[in-house]
């Protein structure tokens, strides 16, 4: 022990002292700025998060007011605004396709139940409106398929606000 | 028909006898002519999966003396074609695809377990048509 203190009386000088000090708050720094830097990482992922599920829910309002119209045009006889908005609808469902939190089998397979009926009655309203057909879209069905749509779709809407709420936590 | 429409179509038949193919109704078509023709939602049915569409209908047909042709569609997630195949009277896999229809029909009418219930209805004893926790005393 004594062997040892006065080794350190004749080696460790202030600025060895001085050295160490600042070399542990160096360190303290470095540790206080990473832990910043992931904060900050983990802040902006959580922005980017909320302005997609943000993004996401417009969609699916405009997808509700798409279907909406397209039940006015139909009952208007109006079919080629019908078959305009059939088309976007089917784009925009198509988009949701790859966004968080309809990924799963189960919901790609909602999306693609509408996909398939949008394009059905796209088909049919095309048919129609050729001159040699007599064929004619039953606007009753085709209005209650829609509707029944809108609803599933406000139910996606609403799990979207409540995954918007718990990352606002 | 195309031998690959045709492996599809054996295994959407086994499937359905099996109870298991979630056949939906397709139809966006009005009933013309009631008398002639069969509800046209009775006739076009669709199974989806996550990635693709399968229909089945009973296509129009210009010869009133034939019966009408059976097509099966394919189709993408955009809802896009992406092969198909006619069936008519006249093929030897005709019968199957009526078949297929047939099952597809009895799935989404729910027939068979509606017509299970009701024979289970009337083997139990007492009054049929009466459900006894309706009775209030």
């Known amino acids: ?169 | 028909m195309k031998p690959e429409i045709r492996a599809i179509v054996e295994g959407l038949l086994r499937k359905s006898k099996e109870d298991k193919v979630a056949w939906v109704h397709a139809s966006t078509l009005a009933n013309l002519n009631a008398e002639t023709e069969i509800n046209p939602s009775e006739q076009d049915f669709a199974v989806s999966t996550a990635n693709f569409t399968i229909n089945l209908y009973y296509s129009l047909s210009d010869d009133p003396d034939q019966n009408r042709p059976i097509r099966l569609n394919i189709l993408n997630e955009m809802g896009e074609l992406v092969t198909f195949d006619v069936i008519y009277d006249f093929e030897e896999e005709y019968d199957l695809m009526v078949e297929l229809v047939s099952l597809a029909r009895k799935y989404v009418r729910g027939e068979d377990k509606l017509l299970k219930k009701i024979m289970e209805g009337l083997q139990k004893p007492g009054v049929f048509g009466l459900n006894d926790d309706d009775v209030p005393f």
């Not at chain 1, 990473?34 to 922005?47: G, Q, R």
């Open chain 1, 1 to 169: 022990m004594e062997n040892l203190i006065s080794w350190l009386r004749s080696n460790v000088t202030l600025d060895t002292i001085l050295a160490l000090l600042g070399f542990g708050f160096a360190i303290y720094e470095i540790r206080k700025t990473k832990s910043a830097v992931i904060a900050s990482k983990e802040a902006s992922e959580k922005t980017v998060q909320l302005l997609s599920d943000r993004s996401t829910i417009s969609d699916i309002a405009t997808i509700i007011n798409g279907l909406r119209e397209t039940q006015t045009a139909l009952r208007g006889n109006r079919h080629e605004a019908a078959l305009l908005r059939l088309q976007d609808l089917r784009e925009k469902l198509y988009e949701l396709r790859n966004r968080e939190g309809f990924t799963s089998e189960e919901r790609l397979t909602q999306i693609q139940t509408m996909v398939f009926a949008l394009k059905k009655l796209q088909d049919g309203l095309e048919t129609t409106l050729s001159t040699s057909t007599q064929v004619k879209i039953s606007v009753p069905r085709s209005n209650s398929q829609l509707a029944e749509f809108a609803v599933q779709i406000s139910g996606w809407r609403e799990e979207m606000h409540y995954i918007d709420r718990s990352n606002q936590e």
